[in-house]
DNA sequence: CACGAGGACTCGTGTACACAAGTGGAATCG
DNA sequence: CGATTCCACTTGTGTACACGAGTCCTCGTG
């Protein structure tokens, strides 16, 4: 956090100057997660530049993910959430009748909890439907429910399975039982095969962004599993992830 | 691409309803990826805002990563790199000797190429030599290459194999023969036996935008692979990944 | 025809100012 | 003492203006 000053004779805009100078202080932990940045008057008096300038310089920041600003409290560094790992691989995804979510946090001494925000029939979007392999437009039960980590919302998923299935079994309660939904399909018979997960990343929608607390210019990462059981597609699960939170874990035999 | 006009009833800011009627209009596709946006000076002249408005309706859609801005042409809707998917499991890694890579693009009919950009002995990061099981500071051998679909750059990759592994085998050189540099390990009698693959996405930094020629707004995916063969680490490979341009695809076996 | 100079357009960066609105502590009033 | 008001501070949103620099087309000259 030295004094500097800006260079007028570098290519390089002012704005980005002072944005490396509060860069360089986050990365160094000079400036720890959480801590108050310079206010937008104190960068204009110490550099001598425009309010607009130095709000330039701050967005710079917020852009790269590494700082937030509140309204009438001031810039902030960015609080990472606690990172998690998400064991995918087949060993840990059904363990003692648990799901892969509630091992991976034990496993990593987390205080975690899920609040169930819908559960009931609606409408699949069409990409949806097209993976279960129903025709647009049909009625599916749907189970949208968010994840907390130590209190802070970090995922949000939602499944959806075909009425045949879910109908008339504890699929369609709030608290599905031991071995959550996919118990209850093992209990009618259906055999699991596999479970295909496609990972993509992108900038969250506002809506994602209030759901999860997200602050501006945080990614997402998108997670659509899949989950094939007796020759057919029983589940798809739509979740979307503070990427800040999360660290996605693969094992993957040779052969 | 109806006419729209700013509701100054609304508690909206009048740059979030400047923004929200362009990215109405590229969700919907009326203003396809590649097509010019309004300019700065247009907006101010339909909706009589100010050019600093103006300009800030554009940035969110940059922060969006829906936009780009190219300086003396005007405003762009974002082209999005064709989209691939990376094939990560066990069976389509090693198909026929061909890399991953390889087969994935075959699959989805896409022009590729690989740049090598070093290859050649090295330092790793600490947490490079970590995963290799190495004391910090060994040297190892580094190879570091990008990737380009149709002509895109969408991919960029590091390798770090240790030393008394690679020495004096063709992995030190630029192009290792068929199957790759695992090829040449099972020729020298390493029997692989997994790879755990961590994924996680983030804003780039600036030295990865410039690489991979990314627009502000757009995150990447990062992926660390760690091959184990004989019982010990091999190779650690951290790849930056155009987030837009990959949907990274996993199969599960249940059991 | 080839080349270069202009000029009109674009975005990039910077100034100065104004008012609204959220936050939090100090002062004041009952 | 407790509640409310007020004030100083913060960021949020908007105006108007200036100049620099990249792009691209046109026009004029050799």
Known sequence: MALRRIDPASDRAVYRQIADHLRADIESHERPPGSQLPSESSLVADYGVSRVTARRALSVLVTDGLAISEHGKGWFVRRRPPVKRLSSDRFARRHEGKAAFTVDMEANERKFSVEVIYVGQGDAPPEITSRLGLPPGTAVLVRRRRYLVEGQPTEFATSYIPLDIAAGTPIEQENPGPGGIYGRMEDHGLVFERYDEEISARMPTEDEARHLSLPAGSPVLHLVRTAVAS?????????????????LFYSLPAR
């Open 231 to 247: 020759g057919r597609v029983v589940e798809v699960c739509d979740t979307i992830m503070d990427s800040a939170a999360f660290v």
